[in-house]
């Protein structure tokens, strides 16, 4: 199997409070990959050391065959994050940012590349607004072209769709899909299960500091309970009363 | 790796930015233009009469701290900038991209130095509008803009351990309150012979009294005495020191 992601026996501690308490897994070429997990359970921990801006306390990791502690520059020359939080900057336009990426990124021609992507995820029409101006999901689409700027092989999306409405979380979601049907790896972090079945290919579940399931969708549904129908008595909700009283 | 190569092409990217910010929001220089003015228009206008500096003007005596006061209000917002961007996440973004990963401080330093500048030419033009007047060669200006720009980077330094050891954005502005006291206890206003032993003591050797000295000098065109190099032993002494405490602060928040 060619790993593009592998980690083995990660810990990483926050003065006495341990996060990580020996994390394996491998992510294949191409793959979506999610790490489920509730909060506090040391996802973003995983993020921040794969993204070479945490050193663990031990264990290794390698991503696109570099290894992250001895060979940071150039694991981040073939990764790119998407923070919790979008990480774009409110006072330039959409299109700014794009730019600002593609420069930081050394590539030629970032005003073409960042018309394509502004098409892409369909913000053309807000381009040369400032990102202060946009919604949320706007936000979260651009934070996410400025990932796919240079096309780095790995890509890492901590929690893109947290906080988000319904409509803009399908928006990600066809974003994320398109990624990988382009060959790009995603490492995805979510606290949804829903969203970790709708897009992953792998599933892990971090718990304490601890991968405790591990494989597809349909290798975990087999640890999982079965279905059970319960009767459970229904109170009725403010409309229903007020639909009662108005009589209508 | 490559990375180094592009540490000016990426302070240069990285400067444009945050230049930006500044034009976009006009009012910060203008908030950082406006006390100094103000000031500097109250003692001229109002304490000035009662003060003997044994000078002309007394503007040709007050620009000086003036201007160091300037620097000192001034470079609070490094420090507020650098933690906007950590807190938002930016700063991340920007670490995990192929560069060289010093240009990101590099970029909010030479920001402020810039913004300071600005707000320096602002506050010199209103200083020549009520009477200001000097016959310094163009050498003695020079020398007068090198000593200003050596302060405002070793105190930017300083605001960037602010920014980057920071809990909250207040936190972040408050290291400078004790920075913005030191011109008043200096030669800045008035000559520290009035001023009582032990205060006197403190106002001679505290670095704002050598640098309002040496400019005061460069401006009068006297002879620049030993204040220079004291004043710019001072500025390069705490250049070095901030800029490797600010290392330190950085690699503490990259572990």
Same mark, same amino acid.
């Given at each position: ?7 083995? /026996? %990660?810990?990483? +501690?926050?003065?006495? *409070?341990?996060?990580? *308490? ?20 040391? !996802? ?10 945490? !050193? ?35 006072? %330039? ?8 990426? @593609? ?5 030629? /021609? ?8 502004? @098409? ?26 400025? +990932? ?14 947290? /906080?988000?409405?319904?409509? +803009?979380? @399908? ?27 709708? %897009? ?27 279905? !059970? ?20 | ?62 620009? $000086? ?32 991209? $192929?560069? #060289?990963?010093?240009?990101?401080? =590099? ?33 003695? =200006? ?48 008035? $000559? ?27 401006? #009068? ?35």
């Amino acid at each position: 199997m060619t790993a593009t992601i592998s980690v083995r /026996g %990660l810990e990483k +501690s926050y003065e006495d *409070r341990p996060v990580l *308490r020996g994390v394996d897994f491998d992510v294949a070429r191409g793959s979506i990959f999610a790490l489920l997990g509730a909060n506090g359970a040391g !996802k973003t921990t995983v993020v921040k050391i794969l993204a070479t801006l945490l !050193k663990a306390d031990a264990g290794t990791a390698a991503v696109d065959r570099f290894d992250v502690a001895t060979q940071a520059a150039r694991v981040r020359a073939s990764i790119s994050l998407t923070g919790q939080f979008a990480a774009v900057d409110q006072t %330039l336009t959409g299109r700014e940012n794009l730019v600002l990426v @593609a420069r930081l990124r050394h590539l030629k /021609g970032a005003r073409p590349l960042a018309d394509e992507l502004l @098409a892409r995820f369909l913000l053309t029409d807000a381009a040369d607004r400032r990102v202060a101006t946009y919604s949320g999901g706007m936000r979260r689409r651009l934070d996410i072209a400025m +990932s796919l700027i240079g096309d780095p092989p790995v890509i890492f999306l901590d929690e893109p769709t947290t /906080g988000l409405d319904p409509q +803009s979380r @399908a928006e990600v979601w066809n974003s994320v899909r398109q990624l990988a049907g382009h060959g790009t790896t995603v490492l995805l972090t979510t606290q949804y299960l829903d969203e970790a079945e709708q %897009l992953a290919d792998q599933i892990a579940i971090l718990h304490q500091g601890r991968i405790i399931a591990h494989g597809t969708l349909a290798e975990l549904k087999e640890l999982f309970p079965p279905a !059970k129908v319960e009767y459970v008595e229904k109170q009725p909700s403010l409309e229903d009363i007020f639909l009662a009283i108005t009589g209508s | 790796m490559t990375t180094t190569t592009y540490f000016f092409e990426d302070t240069t990217v990285l400067l444009g930015r945050s230049m930006r910010h500044i034009t976009r929001s006009l009012d910060t220089i203008l908030t950082v233009s406006v006390m100094p003015i103000a000031l500097m228009l109250l003692f001229v206008y109002v304490f000035g009469g009662a003060i003997r500096t044994g000078t002309g003007h007394y503007v040709n005596y007050l620009l $000086p701290g003036i201007l160091l006061i300037t620097i000192t209000m001034g470079i609070s917002y490094a420090a507020i900038r650098l933690f906007a961007d950590m807190q938002s996440g930016i700063f991340e973004r920007f670490q995990s991209l $192929p560069i #060289a990963r010093s240009s990101v401080l =590099w970029a909010h330093v030479l920001t402020s130095v810039v913004s300071n500048l600005i707000s320096l030419v602002l506050v010199v033009l209103v200083a020549v509008a009520v009477g200001f007047r000097t016959g310094a060669s163009g050498l003695a =200006w020079l020398a007068v803009a090198g000593v200003l720009v050596l302060f405002t980077l070793a105190l930017t330094w300083l605001a960037i351990i602010a920014g980057l050891s920071a809990k909250t954005a207040d936190g972040a502005g408050a290291f400078s309150y004790p920075i913005i006291f030191l011109p008043f206890v200096s030669s800045a206003f008035v $000559p520290t012979g009035t001023m009582p032993g032990p205060v006197r003591a403190f106002a001679d050797h505290q670095p704002v009294t050598s640098i309002v000295n040496t400019i005061r000098e460069l401006f #009068a065109r006297q002879p620049v005495s030993g204040s220079i190099w004291t004043a710019l032993a001072w500025c390069a002494g705490l250049l070095v020191v901030a800029y490797v405490l600010a290392m330190v602060a950085y690699r503490r928040r990259v572990r």
